[in-house]
């Protein structure tokens, strides 16, 4: 039977980053490679704080869970093809052939193209470009990383740590924020700060092993209103201690209210879902069929819209904010739509097989 919790839970996260974008767009905390704030206080950028430190990981954590489950039904060799197509091909060949767009924006909007000589040939212009437009498939090009070494893992582990995982109860679930602290102590790549190896990694074998098991999610489920109670108060400690502080970077991005209130979240987000989201209506169904598309094209009409804004227009804060999200929202459900059905776009940008006649 198909857990639509978590399809419930990634579509929902999904919307929730692209609303986090709208506001890291216009943001005052981190203001490299955005347009910047429009006031010099903004209590908007408080929604910041209250996503970051806990979607990512949940995203990897269904990631893991993900894999897990398809692993029960397909071979090794099956789901390396299957995660290289979706997330290899992507983030590499697909940046050749449409990211560089995005890179494009990306490098007006940081006014790169002001420090970049003429003598520059096109053609390494157009790999800079490529390569700027990186941007939110970061977690695609991890992803495969991780998938590649739960191949290799799972040859040699042979279902031992699996079977052992079983057991974890409520205790030892929240136990676990001690060697997730820990893992986002190392392996941080130091300029490109998202490349948080170490903590996203360790989320998505805890999400393989630990809440694979239907029996850990049931047990959490039971305490779904007290995790939802405290994820707010952790929520609340961690924001009036940190705000102002930049929460991408060490050492707020890891230190011990992020860390807390971040994986208690994902405890309380598992669990609620569970209990209150487990199925799927219409549009729920909608969002999930296209949540990837989300994910990969929402920056693009974003930051579109907010860089023509802000060079052409003196409108208001509220309109920009309004009209970037809607920008966000629709743009990229009309380019998945469209680029999913131009058969080799479609495989170089989303990594989708040729549709069957």
Same mark, same amino acid.
């Given at each position: ?56 990981? @949940? ?67 157009y790999l800079i470009m490529a390569l700027s437009g ?29 079977? @052992? ?9 929240? @136990? ?8 986002? @102590? ?172």
């Amino acid at each position: 039977m198909r857990k639509y919790y978590l399809d419930n839970i990634r579509w929902l996260t999904i919307v929730l980053v692209v609303v986090y974008h709208v506001i890291y767009m216009f943001n005052g905390i981190i203001t490299d490679g955005v347009i910047g704030p429009f006031h010099e206080k903004q209590y908007q950028d408080g929604l910041q704080y209250i996503l970051y430190p806990w979607f990512m990981v @949940l995203l990897f954590i269904v990631a893991g869970m993900s894999s897990r489950y398809y692993l029960e039904k397909h071979t090794i060799k099956e789901f390396i093809r299957s995660r290289t197509r979706k997330l290899l091909v992507p983030s590499t060949i697909g940046l050749l052939v449409f990211g560089w767009i995005q890179g494009y924006f990306n490098m007006a909007i940081s006014d790169a193209f002001q420090t970049i000589s003429d003598s520059v040939p096109g053609f390494v212009l157009y790999l800079i470009m490529a390569l700027s437009g990186t941007g939110v498939l970061w977690f695609i090009q991890m992803l495969w990383l991780y998938s590649l070494l739960l191949a290799i893992v799972r040859k040699f582990e042979k279902g031992r740590i699996y079977a @052992l995982s079983q057991k974890t109860n409520i205790v030892a679930a929240v @136990l676990l924020v001690i060697p997730v602290y820990l893992s986002g @102590l190392v392996l941080n790549t130091p300029i490109i700060a998202v490349y948080r190896f170490g903590i996203y990694g360790f989320t998505f074998f805890l999400g393989y092993f630990v809440f694979a098991h239907d029996e850990v999610i049931e047990r959490l489920s039971k305490y779904a209103e007290v995790l939802i109670v405290a994820a707010v108060i952790l929520a609340i400690t961690y924001v009036a201690l940190h705000y102002g502080d930049n929460y991408a970077v060490m050492p707020t991005v890891n230190c011990i209210p992020a860390v807390a209130y971040g994986w208690i979240a994902c405890l309380a987000i598992l669990a609620s879902m569970r209990k209150w989201g487990n199925t799927m209506p219409k549009f729920a169904e909608f969002m999930s069929k296209r949540s990837f598309g989300l994910y990969v094209f929402h920056y693009l009409p974003l930051s579109v819209t907010a860089y023509l804004l802000h060079k052409y227009t003196s409108v208001s804060a509220l309109f920009c904010y309004l009209f970037s999200a809607v920008a966000a929202f629709l743009g990229s459900l009309v380019l998945y739509e469209v680029i999913a059905r131009i058969p080799v776009l479609r495989w170089c940008v989303l990594g989708m097989k040729k549709k069957k006649s």
